[in-house]
T-cell receptor
């Protein structure tokens, strides 16, 4: 019974397209995050969503937008994809510690 | 701004060698401290955490870490590594009461059989 799930696992798309990555947690947590992990394994937090309060990392381009239809879901929508968006994206559900999803490897061609 | 430094970017060891990975942070107040491990091709998993109490924390798979407040450090140790410990190791710090963690850049550990 997966605690934090992400779909899709792999996403290959062309520059300029719009895509979404879904994240769901069944842990009942109030807080979820989105991270970007680059090719050098550096983890950068993109968004924090806690009880309907969104905290945005100001360095994240506004082409990225989180959408939370309910407490169990925090989806990531990306407009006008660029080559530099290629990375692995992790969501995490948080209560004291972080429970990470399996990741989505995004490749922009 | 708060920062987390992991001094060793790449560590290569032979099996049975002892391991110590450094982690220092810059925040001066109360902190919660974590070490996460990322095995090849997988997501991050919690190894251990420190919130309060005994500064020597035991984690899974024989790992431990010691919080030294005066040195702003939370170094990770294992007395005898195994080939299966090959992974990326990340130190993370949450200032007390904050939801936003700061991660170090990670240390890549390769253990030769």
């Amino acid at each position: 019974d997966t605690a934090v799930s992400q779909t899709p696992k792999y996403l290959v798309t062309q520059m300029g397209n719009d895509k979404s990555i879904k994240c769901e947690q069944n842990l009942g947590h109030d807080t979820m995050y989105w991270y970007k992990q680059d090719s050098k394994k550096f983890l950068k937090i993109m968004f924090s969503y806690n009880n309907k309060e969104l905290i945005i990392n100001e360095t994240v381009p506004n082409r990225f937008s989180p959408k939370s239809p309910d407490k169990a879901h925090l989806n990531l929508h990306i407009n006008s994809l660029e080559l530099g968006d290629s990375a692995v994206y992790f969501c995490a559900s948080v209560h004291n510690e972080q429970f990470f999803g399996p990741g989505t490897r995004l490749t922009v061609l | 701004a708060q920062s987390v430094s992991q001094h060793n970017h790449h560590v290569i060891l032979s099996e049975a060698a002892s391991l110590e990975l450094g982690c220092n942070y810059s925040y001066g107040g109360t902190v919660n401290l974590f070490w996460y491990v990322q095995y090849p091709g997988q997501h991050l998993q919690l190894l251990l955490k420190y919130f309060s109490g005994d500064p020597l924390v035991k984690g899974i798979k024989g790992f431990e870490a010691e919080f030294i407040k005066s040195k702003f450090s939370f170094n990770l140790r294992k007395p005898s590594v195994q080939w299966s410990d090959t992974a990326e190791y990340f130190c993370a710090v949450n200032p007390g009461g904050s939801y936003i963690p700061t991660f170090g850049r990670g240390t890549s550990l390769i253990v030769h059989p």
